[in-house]
């Protein structure tokens, strides 16, 4: 359950397994997790804390399932009855619920290696920049063809009880030029997908900006934008 390696197309980390011993070869692969892995609790917990124990706690604003359900990673689960494998968004079921068996744990994590025009976006929104809780985390792997959406999955922590993807903004893209139009397009759909509380972190109405800002921000960081669009008055 300790370590981390790469197996074929995917990368295998152990559920007991801190941050500080995955981050390396994992940010190779996805190196959007660096920045946000660099905010993660501090530097103490990042040597103690798992990957396993950030996932089973199941909290919904937790920093690394968001990533994770964008990049269909499979949590390979073990118990009584041997070991199963299920899609890391299918695990949550409710607030702090999961879809642990009596005497099951979690045994590893399965994240998929890039794909050609693949890019991950990572995001994370919180009071203080250093070691704090989420108020929103958005996390957006985007396949991208000759300016086209092939393909996305958009997953958000803070935004419901559980982090989830955000299934009809995805839609909303899918098949479209990635360029501002469509982007703030999708983004009035995520009203349709989520309906976030108010709490001592942040508003509904706050998170539900905030969620569509960070889609329009990994449009305006992405390389497959030309640079023409972008100008210093438009978007300073």
């Not at 909290?59 to 990533?67: F, L």
């Not at 118990?79 to 879809?99: C, H, N, W």
């Not at 360029?179 to 108010?198: H, K, Q, T």
């Not at 109405?205 to 210093?232: F, H, I, K």
Request: one cysteine or more.
């Amino acid at each position: 359950m300790k370590g981390c390696a790469l197996e074929g197309d995917e990368l295998v980390i152990g559920a007991a397994t801190t941050y500080q011993a995955f981050r390396e070869t994992l940010c190779e692969l996805w190196p959007a997790f660096d920045a946000m892995l660099e905010r993660l609790g501090s530097l103490q917990i990042r040597n103690r804390g798992t990957l396993g124990g950030n996932i089973a706690n199941a909290s919904p604003i937790g920093d690394m399932p968001p990533p994770l359900i964008a990049l269909n990673t499979i949590l390979v689960l073990d118990g009584p009855d041997g070991q199963r494998s299920m899609p890391i968004e299918d695990f949550f079921l409710g607030y702090k619920e999961t879809a642990l068996k009596s005497g099951e744990f979690l045994h590893s994590v399965r994240i998929p290696a890039p794909k050609t025009n693949e890019t991950l976006h990572i995001y994370k929104i919180s009071k203080r920049l250093d070691d704090d809780i989420s108020a929103v985390l958005g996390a957006f792997r985007l396949t991208i063809t000759d300016g086209v959406i092939s393909d996305c999955r958009l997953a958000f922590g803070g935004m419901a009880a559980t982090p989830a993807r955000a299934l009809q903004t995805e839609n909303a893209l899918k098949g479209q030029l990635w360029n501002e139009n469509n982007v703030a397009a999708a983004i009035n759909v995520l009203g349709s997908d989520f309906s976030p509380l108010s709490d001592v972190r942040a508003s509904a109405s706050y998170r539900l900006q905030v969620a569509g800002n960070l889609l329009r921000r990994a449009w305006l960081s992405s390389d497959s934008l030309p640079r023409e669009q972008l100008t210093v008055t438009d978007y300073a």
